[in-house]
């Protein structure tokens, strides 16, 4: 097969490497990619959105699949495109059609197909300017913290929850007055729920399901969850609570009830499900969907996918999921971050980046690096994603501290607690 993968951070040089892996593959192609991705495939500087070069590219090398990683080609439709395309259709497009990746794309969307087919989630409701009163209304019927969260995709910064009333009716004036720009004309207000947080992946092909290993992320900057929020600073996998029970009541009450709400509503949906889950006294309440997968999840996830990616992205192309092989290592995976100084506020990039070869006990990912004077350099936030996998959590995350010990940049950050909340679990 020809594949082509679109995304350019870690979690597609995971996918690259995943991908790269599987009998079913001739040639792979990553648009744009990264210095990463390249050791593995043919990177393409095409952008994600530019849908009619995609096309000629497509073409040109006679791509049987596309692989989509980031979410928003998916909202911006080209599922569709290809779809509806004479000379594309028989592409198999893996990823949500434009109206399934509203389940990302709008929370308004998410939260009211949630209630419609009775999934477990926080009690909501959305506003606009023109009932800007009726907000200030039912924030005073909750207790705090207050969830506030714009309804469009808001580069990961749309959620804003306040610790009082005062600043959330400011927060919700502001929000409406166009903080987040369009995606917070309207503004979803909800209960805060308490517990703890896991990220659940489903692939589906519309039908039936595969459940991949669970992982756990660590969002803010600082050690101790302290700090602002990120992209994502390190990811466990698996997460203990995830046991047979829960993991029954995520796919009687969340799961299977998505799938059936999607057939209902005529919704194709070929690709990935990234349940972002609370963990509340043993029961699963939904906070969010997304329509790909997690950054850095996916690198601690893929690791323990014990299946070939291309023929379960064949069931997924012909809907025959269901035959399909899909199991887990054993074996635990800790992926660390190791960041530029300064992120997630401002930072320096151009840093060159050393002792990557001397590493032999971990994998890494590349997220932001870029190839000057031939030398590899930092070019963003989260630069690199380093995973290990081990008998336990612990040895694992001794092999990941192990390699970042031999890695050099200027201001290179990482957090130095990665999964000792899971370590210190009790049920
Ligand atoms: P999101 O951008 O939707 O991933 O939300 C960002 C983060 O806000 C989530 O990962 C949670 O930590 C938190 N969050 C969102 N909704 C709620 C909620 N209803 N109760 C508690 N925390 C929430
Ligand atoms: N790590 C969380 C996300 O990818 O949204």
């Known amino acids: 097969m020809n594949v082509l993968l679109l995304g350019s951070g870690g979690r597609e040089h995971a996918f690259a490497w995943k991908i790269a892996q599987s009998k079913k593959l001739k040639n792979l192609y990553i648009a744009p990619g990264n210095p990463?991705?390249?050791?593995?495939?043919?990177?393409?500087?095409?952008?994600?959105?530019?849908?009619?070069?995609?096309?000629?590219?497509?073409?040109?090398?006679?791509?049987?699949?596309?692989?989509?990683?980031?979410?928003e080609p998916l909202v911006n439709g080209i599922y569709d495109f290809f779809v509806n395309d004479e000379q594309l259709k028989e592409i198999a497009v893996i990823g949500a059609s434009k109206k399934g990746a509203m389940l990302e794309g709008s929370k308004d969307f998410a939260k009211e197909f949630?209630?419609?087919?009775?999934?477990?989630?926080?009690?909501?409701?959305?506003?606009?300017?023109?009932?800007?009163?009726?907000?200030?209304?039912?924030?005073?019927?909750?207790?705090?913290?207050?969830?506030?969260?714009?309804?469009?995709?808001?580069?990961?910064?749309?959620?804003?929850?306040?610790?009082?009333?005062?600043?959330a009716k400011a927060t919700l004036n502001e929000m409406l007055n166009g903080k987040f720009g369009a995606a917070s004309q309207k503004v979803i207000i909800e209960e805060f729920l308490t517990g703890i947080e896991v990220s659940i992946f489903v692939l589906t092909d519309g039908i039936s399901y595969k459940l991949l290993p669970e992982a756990k992320d660590y969002k803010r900057i600082g050690d101790g969850d302290k700090g602002a929020n990120t992209g994502g600073m390190g990811a466990v996998s698996p997460v203990c609570f995830v046991d047979d029970t829960f993991r029954q009541k995520i796919c009687n009450r969340i799961i299977e009830p998505t799938i059936a709400g999607l057939r209902a509503e005529k919704i194709n949906y070929q690709g990935f499900i990234f349940l972002g889950l609370m963990n509340n006294g043993g029961d699963p309440y939904l906070i969010e969907y997304n329509v790909r997968m997690g950054d850095p999840e996916t690198e601690a996830v893929f690791p323990r996918l014990d299946a070939d990616l291309l023929d379960l992205f064949e069931g997924v192309a012909?809907?025959?999921?269901?035959?399909?092989?899909?199991?887990?290592?054993?074996?635990?995976?800790?992926?660390?971050?190791?960041?530029?100084?300064?992120?997630?506020?401002?930072y320096k990039k151009g840093f060159e980046i050393s002792g990557i070869e001397n590493i032999n006990e971990s994998i890494v990912f590349q997220a932001g690096t870029t190839l000057g004077d031939n030398k590899l350099q930092t070019s963003g936030g989260r630069v690199l994603a380093v995973t290990s996998l081990g008998n336990?959590?612990?040895?694992?995350?001794?092999?990941?501290?192990?390699?970042?010990?031999?890695?050099?940049?200027q201001n290179m950050y990482f957090r130095k607690d990665i999964g000792q909340d899971i370590l210190n679990y009790k049920k």
Request: aromatic share 8%; net charge positive; charged share 20%.
């Open 36 to 71: 990463g991705t390249a050791l593995l495939g043919k990177n393409v500087n095409i952008g994600i959105n530019d849908f009619e070069k995609i096309k000629f590219f497509c073409l040109k090398e006679k791509i049987n699949m596309l692989a989509v990683g980031p979410e």
């Open 318 to 346: 012909t809907k025959t999921l269901d035959s399909k092989q899909c199991k887990t290592v054993e074996q635990s995976a800790v992926t660390v971050i190791c960041a530029s100084g300064g992120y997630p506020d401002s």
């Open 114 to 167: 949630m209630q419609k087919y009775n999934i477990p989630t926080a009690r909501y409701k959305t506003f606009t300017l023109a009932n800007v009163n009726k907000g200030f209304e039912f924030l005073e019927t909750l207790i705090a913290p207050y969830v506030l969260k714009a309804d469009g995709l808001a580069a990961g910064k749309g959620v804003v929850i306040c610790e009082n009333i005062d600043t």
């Open 392 to 409: 336990t959590i612990e040895n694992a995350l001794a092999k990941s501290y192990t390699s970042i010990a031999k890695i050099n940049f």
